[in-house]
């Protein structure tokens, strides 16, 4: 896929326009950052760094360790530890990273440990310029960096051992943390050379191995952040503690861009462990020696409110705006053909209206941070998503310089997204606080803090029409978008926004793969005031529910076979078609099923990866029950099957709760969920059993962690429709509209 079709990847090249700083870090062939001339295949080159190794890791080296590079160090013992500069939030970084880099190093993956990397230009993403997390890049952007460390690393022990043999290092092999010469049977560990390895320069050019070598790569392998979390070990932001540190806690305005008029903080202080009351830029904060006292000092304030510019908002007038707006074409992001004059000519004529809400993130750990703030430096511990913008952030709010200010990365208990904000909204909240506090601070965001005051996937709207000709063949396909811009106001719009068009509004409805002749996708863009962020697959989140669910109804109307449908508008696409093909054989698509159930099929790409889902559905008392998902996917290069079943399997549960469930509605300005009593989650006795298959690959590796959740919605409602005769169009699904 051509990178203009990944939208969400083109934003991220952004370090100049958060304040800059040098990366001279890894420079990979093929990436934005190849030096001219740069080996391609499987060499690596220059593997310089931009700072002395280990000078920003949390617990730096001993002068005995063996550090080539930023992201591995290997002890005397043995024992390597690898650097991981992405967040780990169950997706699994911390395993495939390490594998990756094992693999290439041989090394022992008994002896194998982390670190997560200190935000820090040297571990930003190779492509992009910035560490972040997030677009399913983890494992496919640094699939090639993490082998070159490793490979690199590897060289130099081998070349330590032929020095200290005296024979020629092509004499020489490794395995499992050893380096063997074998017509002398002589061996050495990892941690016997380390300090000969450490005197030698680092190589500039390296060979990977080839995949028929892989001894790790592509194998089942247990998480190494398991026992950590089973254990209580693991820590997240939420954990940390400083000497002296207070518990501060924010009332936000009760609408967007709203503020406060007066405070009366009398009540407040009055309350035991209160300590101060003060306004900063997004409202007032308690400051307290404890989450309870400051929660209630918050509850006694009395604010008086002035709701700003958005106090009349609500769902009902904003969804009769969208469905207005929809009724005409927007701004094309993609014309073939004359679909107009095919419409006119079609002998059959379908069209049909799509909606879904506002979501929330709710991550299950609620936003928080840690700021220790000093006259002439700052520390901060963050789940954070996006720490090159995080950390500039800090820089900015706390007026320090950047080597003054140090952003470590913990454990995250969730994000979805919501921990990669452009604005670093929470981040900026607690130093703000910290500089009136006094003393080291955690900032704590309720649940309801978030679900009412925080940022959102957009509110869409959707028409899309379809002809089909005089042989019945689906000739026209239309669809004009209705929606808010993620990108507007960040430093990504330039990247992302052409000609009024926001790329990850209209992505995967833009790059539709079906063979239709006439098509065009076109965009209104709102701007509605509530903020607006990526949400877990962003774009697609909508679009495949959209598109999904229309081709059913036109292969309905055609009398067509949903499945055998999809296969002759895919004929010439083959990735597509072996996920199909796939997904459909495993499922059984076509033989019969226990009386009452029914199957519904959705296929979709989304970061650079193709999902096929087949799912079988029933209904008990007017709400359905899914019994079983079959999901296929093609995502190049497979690191840990695990991880890739881990994720596919989770994102059902994920996708399922925004179906059946998930909506964010306001009125009068405000948000009227607040905690999952009214904001729900898909219980486990509501989980279908989940049957996943990898599609063998010797491409690059592509996303996992968000492609898994587009097409749950559509194959669930095709499968409903099928049941019931039912077509739902409005997302989360409601009683009346299945009766």
């Given at each position: 896929m051509e990178m203009h079709a990944l939208p969400r990847r083109d934003f991220l090249r952004v370090s100049a326009a958060i304040g800059g700083g040098m990366l001279i870090a890894f420079r990979f062939p093929g990436s934005s950052l190849a030096q001219p001339g740069a080996a391609s295949?499987?060499?690596?080159?220059?593997?310089?760094?931009?700072?002395?190794?280990?000078?920003?890791?949390?617990?730096?080296?001993?002068?005995?360790?063996?550090?080539?590079?930023?992201?591995?160090?290997?002890?005397?013992?043995?024992?390597?530890?690898?650097?991981?500069?992405?967040?780990?939030?169950?997706?699994?970084?911390?395993?495939?990273?390490?594998?990756?880099?094992?693999?290439?190093?041989?090394?022992?993956?008994?002896?194998v440990g982390y670190e997560f990397a200190p935000a820090d230009l040297v571990y930003a993403h190779p492509g992009y310029g910035i560490q972040f997390t997030g677009g399913s890049t983890s494992t496919a952007g640094m699939s090639k960096p993490m082998r070159q460390a490793g490979a690199t690393a590897r060289a130099m022990l081998v070349a330590a051992a032929a020095a200290r043999w005296s024979v020629d290092a092509s004499a020489c092999r490794t395995q499992a943390g050893f380096v063997l010469?074998?017509?002398?049977?002589?061996?050495?560990?990892?941690?016997?050379?380390?300090?000969?390895?450490?005197k030698l320069d680092v190589p500039k050019k390296v060979p990977l191995k080839d995949p028929s070598a892989f001894l790790l790569i592509g194998k089942s392998t247990k998480r190494l952040d398991t026992p950590d979390k089973v254990f209580g070990r693991a820590a997240f932001s939420i954990d940390v503690t400083r000497p002296g540190m207070l518990t501060a806690l924010v009332a936000h305005p009760p609408a967007f861009g709203g503020k406060a008029k007066s405070v009366d903080?009398?009540?407040?202080?009055?309350?035991?462990?209160?300590?101060?009351?003060?306004?900063?830029?997004?409202?007032?904060?308690?400051?307290?020696?404890?989450?309870?006292?400051?929660?209630?000092?918050?509850?006694?304030?009395?604010?008086?409110?002035?709701?700003?510019?958005n106090g009349e908002l609500s769902t009902t007038k904003l969804r009769a705006d969208y469905h207005a707006k929809a009724a005409s074409p927007g701004k094309v992001a993609r014309e073939e053909g004359d679909p107009d004059a095919s419409a006119k000519s079609a002998k059959q004529t379908l069209t049909a209206e799509y909606e879904l809400p506002y979501l929330a993130h709710a991550p299950m750990e609620p936003l928080n941070c840690v700021v220790d703030l000093k006259s002439d430096a700052c520390e901060v511990w963050a789940g954070s998503q996006f720490q090159t913008f995080d950390h500039a952030a800090i820089c900015k709010t706390a007026g320090l310089l950047p080597k003054q200010v140090q952003l470590h990365t913990t454990y995250l208990g969730g994000g979805f997204g919501r921990r990669a904000c452009p604005k670093s909204d929470y981040i900026v909240e607690a130093v703000e606080i910290a500089k009136q506090a006094g003393a080291p601070l955690k900032l704590i965001w309720t649940r309801e803090d978030d679900t009412r005051g925080g940022f959102y996937r957009p509110m869409w709207t959707s028409r899309l029409s379809a002809g089909l000709d005089a042989n019945n063949a689906l000739s026209t396909w239309t669809h004009t978008i209705v929606g808010e811009s993620i990108m507007a106001g960040t430093p990504m719009?330039?990247?992302?926004?052409?000609?009024?068009?926001?790329?990850?509004?209209?992505?995967?409805?833009?790059?539709?793969?079906?063979a239709i002749p006439n098509l065009r996708v076109d965009l209104h863009t709102t701007d509605n005031?509530?903020?607006?962020?990526?949400?877990?697959?962003?774009?697609?989140?909508?679009?495949?529910?959209?598109?999904?669910?229309?081709?059913?109804?036109?292969?309905?109307?055609?009398?067509?076979?949903?499945?055998?449908?999809?296969?002759?508008?895919?004929?010439?696409?083959?990735?597509?078609?072996?996920?199909?093909?796939?997904?459909?054989?495993?499922?059984?698509?076509?033989?019969?099923?226990?009386?009452?159930?029914?199957?519904?099929?959705?296929?979709?790409e989304s970061f650079e990866s193709v999902v096929c889902d087949v799912m079988e559905v029933s209904m008990k008392d007017g709400w359905p029950r899914v019994h079983k998902v079959t999901r296929a996917i093609d995502c190049g290069t497979t690191v840990n099957p695990d991880t890739i079943h881990a994720q596919l399997e989770g994102a059902v549960g994920f996708g399922l709760t925004a179906a059946l469930y998930s909506a964010i509605t306001l009125e009068n300005g405000r948000v009227e969920q607040g905690n999952f009593h009214d904001y729900k989650m898909v219980r486990m006795n509501e989980m279908p059993a989940v049957d996943v298959h990898i599609i063998s690959s010797t491409a690059e590796s592509t996303g996992v962690g968000e492609p898994g959740v587009p097409t749950i919605a559509p194959a669930l409602c095709n499968a409903i429709f099928t049941l019931t005769g039912k077509r739902v169009r409005r997302l989360p699904l409601r009683r009346e509209d299945l009766t």
């Open positions: 295949g499987n060499d690596a080159s220059d593997a310089s760094i931009a700072l002395k190794p280990g000078q920003a890791w949390d617990t730096p080296p001993r002068s005995d360790e063996f550090v080539p590079n930023a992201f591995v160090r290997i002890a005397p013992d043995g024992r390597v530890t690898v650097m991981i500069n992405k967040a780990e939030m169950g997706q699994g970084p911390t395993t495939s990273l390490s594998m990756l880099l094992a693999e290439e190093l041989d090394a022992d993956w008994t002896k010469h074998d017509p002398s049977s002589r061996k050495l560990g990892y941690g016997e050379l380390a300090s000969d390895a450490a903080s009398s009540a407040a202080l009055a309350i035991q462990g209160v300590k101060k009351v003060v306004e900063v830029s997004s409202g007032v904060a308690v400051i307290a020696d404890g989450f309870w006292a400051a929660k209630r000092g918050r509850d006694a304030l009395k604010i008086d409110w002035d709701m700003g510019p719009a330039a990247f992302t926004i052409k000609d009024g068009i926001d790329s990850t509004s209209v992505e995967g409805a833009k790059e539709l793969p079906y005031g509530v903020p607006v962020l990526w949400w877990r697959s962003v774009g697609h989140s909508h679009t495949a529910f959209v598109t999904e669910s229309f081709l059913d109804e036109v292969a309905h109307a055609m009398n067509a076979d949903p499945y055998e449908l999809r296969r002759k508008l895919l004929a010439k696409e083959p990735r597509y078609l072996a996920v199909l093909e796939r997904a459909a054989k495993e499922a059984g698509w076509g033989t019969p099923l226990p009386a009452g159930r029914a199957r519904g099929i959705a296929i979709h």
